[in-house]
């Protein structure tokens, strides 16, 4: 799978908007690019993912750029829960098992 | 739905003690895999499953062993425990793998070898 990059951490406000970054340059034709987050003390939990469409869930919103080389988490009203680890990963659609590659992710605090 | 359970929550083990991780899951998913998370790091995968009787290889698969004798469990083995295993281990599940399918993750166990 391809490499991501991440800023290493985030500050926001509650209640105010957060968007998280991620650079992707090298992102194939069939791969998907997958949101997790890891809230302390807990294993990680899926968030979103996308193709080449922007999609909208429950709980964030992502966003691809046109050439899909980067993308952008939205969180639309953060909240203290949000404070957690996220990871932007890449998934090849031809990738059965192997290398579901986490790096260090951004790190969100979120202020009251 | 339980969905991915972890046994146990916590374990401290001497260097060359040999211990099972057990992880269960309820979604008659096909993919299962275990990771290691070490402080301040990302997850790498240790081991993984396709299907009931078949295990391959991860990132970092040495000092480990797997089974997958029934399909909705995964165990991880210790043979010789070392402090360099001491760490936060993960097991998730996937309907596939690849592509669109997320994985569904355990609640971790947190072991420590002295």
């Known amino acids: 799978d391809a490499k991501t990059t991440q800023p290493n951490s985030m500050e926001s406000n509650e209640e105010e908007p957060v968007h998280l970054p991620c650079n992707h340059s090298?992102?194939?034709?069939?791969?998907?690019i997958h949101w997790y987050r890891q809230l302390p003390s807990q294993g990680p939990e899926y968030v979103i993912h996308?193709?080449?469409s922007n999609v909208n869930n429950r709980m964030a919103s992502l966003a691809i750029a046109e050439d899909r080389k980067s993308s952008t988490l939205i969180l639309h009203r953060a909240t203290l829960r949000d404070a957690a680890v996220y990871y932007c990963?890449?998934?090849?659609?031809?990738?059965?098992?192997?290398?579901?590659?986490f790096g260090p992710g951004t790190r969100l605090s979120v202020l009251p | 739905n339980a969905g991915v359970t972890q046994t146990p929550k916590f374990r401290v083990l001497k260097t060359g003690q040999s211990m099972t991780l057990l992880c269960a899951q309820d979604?008659?998913?096909?993919?299962m895999y275990w990771y290691r998370q070490d402080p301040g790091m990302g997850l790498r995968l240790i081991h993984y499953?396709?299907?009931?009787?078949?295990?391959a290889k991860g990132e970092v698969p040495d000092g480990y062993n797997v089974s997958r004798l029934k399909k909705q469990n995964f165990l991880l083995g210790l043979e010789s425990a070392a402090p360099s295993q001491t760490s936060v281990y993960f097991c998730?599940?996937?309907?596939?793998?690849?592509?669109?399918?997320?994985?569904?993750f355990g609640p971790g166990t947190r072991l420590t070898v002295l």
């Open positions: 979604m008659n998913h096909e993919y």
């Open positions: 499953s396709v299907g009931e009787g078949t295990t």
């Open positions: 990963i890449l998934r090849d659609v031809d990738n059965y098992g192997q290398n579901f590659v």
């Open positions: 090298t992102i194939s034709g069939t791969d998907y």
């Open positions: 998730a599940s996937s309907v596939l793998a690849g592509g669109p399918y997320e994985q569904f």
């Open positions: 996308g193709l080449t």
